[in-house]
């Protein structure tokens, strides 16, 4: 397990912000998790999506790989504790992010190399984290903006993943204002 996540670049220490170049195999390694999520959560998961900036081509990401899976409610969030536990999340909660459940792969505690957001299918959560990823992968020039904040963020959070993923609430916000979605 451990040669496969080095092999696609993964990882992040527990807390740290650290950003790579994108790299082509994350999509790859999405695929094979989507797949894993599926065949864990049967119909219980509606729709399973690539999002957050390993999803987005040609932008520095924090090499994570987050994954939108889509339930009918968002309390059967719970129903999937038992299933994510079997192929390797741990769940994180559910007060983290609101009216998300979030599992995390990797070792617990130290370094991270997937995080699952189970959210309700075309809910309000749902719908936000697909237009945006939507929007930077159509809008280049966005993209690299959004980069180049990353970039800085980065440096300044460096041992503060709250903080930093925090910082970038503004830009995200005026981004899903300007299409109603904030």
Not at 16 to 35: P, Y
Not at 110 to 122: D, G, K
Not at 125 to 143: E, S
Not at 156 to 162: G, L
Request: aromatic fraction near 8%; proline fraction near 5%.
């Amino acid at each position: 397990m451990q040669q496969q996540d080095e092999s696609f670049g993964l990882g992040v220490p527990h807390l740290a912000v650290r950003l790579s170049d994108h790299n082509t195999k994350w999509r790859e390694i999405n695929l094979l998790e989507e797949t894993r999520i599926r065949d864990a959560l049967g119909p219980l998961a509606l729709d399973i999506q690539h999002f957050g900036s390993t999803a987005i081509p040609g932008i520095k990401a924090k090499p994570i790989i987050d994954i939108l899976v889509g339930v009918p409610r968002l309390d059967d969030g719970l129903a999937c504790i038992g299933p994510m536990d079997e192929i390797g999340y741990d769940y994180a909660g559910a007060d983290i992010v609101p009216d998300d459940h979030l599992f995390g792969r990797g070792v617990l505690g130290e370094t991270r190399t997937h995080l699952a957001h189970v959210v309700e299918y075309q809910g309000f959560n749902w719908r936000r984290n697909i237009f945006f990823r939507d929007r930077l992968q159509n809008d280049p020039p966005l993209a690299l903006a959004y980069e180049e904040l990353k970039i800085g963020l980065a440096q300044k959070f460096a041992e503060s993943r709250a903080a930093y993923t925090g910082a970038k609430k503004d830009f995200i916000d005026k981004v899903l204002t300007e299409a109603g979605l904030a």
